[in-house]
């Protein structure tokens, strides 16, 4: 008996699944939304944090930045941004031979 009543639920239960699903097909298509064309004039906006005695100098290659100099006031050394896969991400260049090093960490023996 509990079998059939679980079959008669489940059964009613898919019944109005699909008929519900169909009702909202049909009011979703009635909606008429209006596009919108997007504005010419509008940029996307950048904030660019600049220290005081700041200077920031930027390299381009067709209109597109690739790398950033940055220049902070004295006793700081400028360092370089540079965008490597062309993502819009900038990652810090290294300056120094110690900062372009780079240890082999191989396992060759433990005990």
Same mark, same amino acid.
């Given at each position: 008996?509990?079998?059939r009543i679980f !079959?008669?639920?489940v059964g009613?239960?898919?019944a109005l699944g699909s008929s519900l699903s169909a009702w909202a097909a /049909? /009011?979703?298509q009635k909606l008429h939304l209006p596009t919108l !064309?997007? /504005?010419a004039k509008a940029r996307?906006?950048?904030e660019i944090k600049v220290p005081q005695g700041s200077k920031i100098e930027q390299y381009k290659v067709n209109g597109k930045v690739y790398m950033v100099k940055v220049i902070p006031p004295k006793p700081f050394p400028p360092y370089y941004l540079e /965008?490597?896969?062309g993502t819009g991400r900038f990652t810090e260049v290294p300056q120094t031979a110690a900062e372009h090093l780079s240890v082999p960490q191989w396992v060759i023996f433990r005990w």
């Open positions: 008996m509990s079998i !079959a008669l639920v009613t239960c898919f /049909d /009011d979703i !064309a997007p /504005d996307p906006k950048a /965008d490597k896969g």
